[in-house]
């Protein structure tokens, strides 16, 4: 099964089919920055970024994360504000690009105009942890109308619906490592190979695990069992730590975790 659009098909067409996701928060410390640590983040080799809009209320974050949106919050960031960090990457990039945002947000914008800003700008994709898989069709329909693939997310829990979920995802499955909200774990131990097997069963669509990963040795294991991780909350961590001057050190560690990645199957 191929995804909506051909910049996601390419995100997991790497030489051994393991992909590299970043995320972090639009305008945490700056709407400036946020283009800067994007630019930064696929010169170091990441494959897709996701890009968080802040919102008030965000439910599967972590204390990291939750303070990210506050810090963005207070600096002004809107759902605008996301969209114009967007139309300044694509002056000058095409990675592939996700929102990472709650059902609320896209709500109160409007559907139809959130998904048709998508489109004009350059999302490829859209990943909502509060959208239930059963309530799911009144967005994906939109979304999917406008060449936006909305990301669907298996976690430990969905037991007997994995592969109902899975049947049906488009451009790529957002495998949860563990229970919880998004932060760095020390250690991960749920049967993440046992859940991507079930899914496997039914899709081709590609599987990328996120939640704690924090470590080259983590996403090299995680990207082992599967065709990709995803880290969050450790960028957001560096971004706090040094602020305007996180490029550099964002770019070293992404580096270090996408030359991790690229060693599976070696």
Request: with cysteine.
């Amino acid at each position: 099964m191929k995804t909506l659009n051909n910049k996601l098909d390419k995100v997991f067409s790497t030489p051994n089919g393991k992909a590299f996701i970043c995320f972090l928060t639009a305008g945490d410390p700056a709407a400036d920055c946020t283009v800067e640590y994007i630019l930064e983040m696929e010169r170091a080799g990441a494959d897709l970024v996701e890009i968080g809009i802040p919102f008030s209320d965000p439910t599967a974050e972590g204390v990291v994360i939750q303070d990210a949106n506050i810090r963005a919050l207070k600096n002004g960031m809107t759902t605008d504000g996301a969209f114009e960090i967007v139309r300044r990457v694509r002056e000058k990039s095409q990675i592939p690009l996700a929102f990472m945002t709650y059902a609320n947000p896209v709500f109160h914008y409007g559907y139809d105009r959130f998904f048709t800003r998508c489109e004009e700008l350059g999302i490829d994709a859209i990943i909502i942890p509060d959208m239930p898989y059963e309530e799911k069709r009144e967005m994906e329909e939109p979304a999917n109308a406008h060449n936006v693939a909305l990301v669907s997310m298996i976690a430990p829990t969905s037991e007997d619906r994995i592969q109902t979920i899975a049947s049906e995802a488009k451009g790529f499955i957002y495998v949860v490592s563990s229970m919880g909200v998004t932060g760095v774990r020390s250690e991960i131990k749920t049967d993440l190979g046992a859940i991507v097997e079930s899914i496997r069963k039914v899709t081709d669509v590609p599987c990328a695990i996120g939640f704690g990963i924090s470590t080259p040795e983590q996403a090299k294991k995680m990207a082992a069992v599967s065709d990709g991780a995803i880290v969050g909350s450790a960028i957001v961590k560096l971004i706090a730590k040094y602020g305007e001057q996180a490029g550099p050190e964002i770019y070293k560690y992404v580096k270090s975790m996408k030359d991790a990645v690229g060693e599976c199957g070696r």
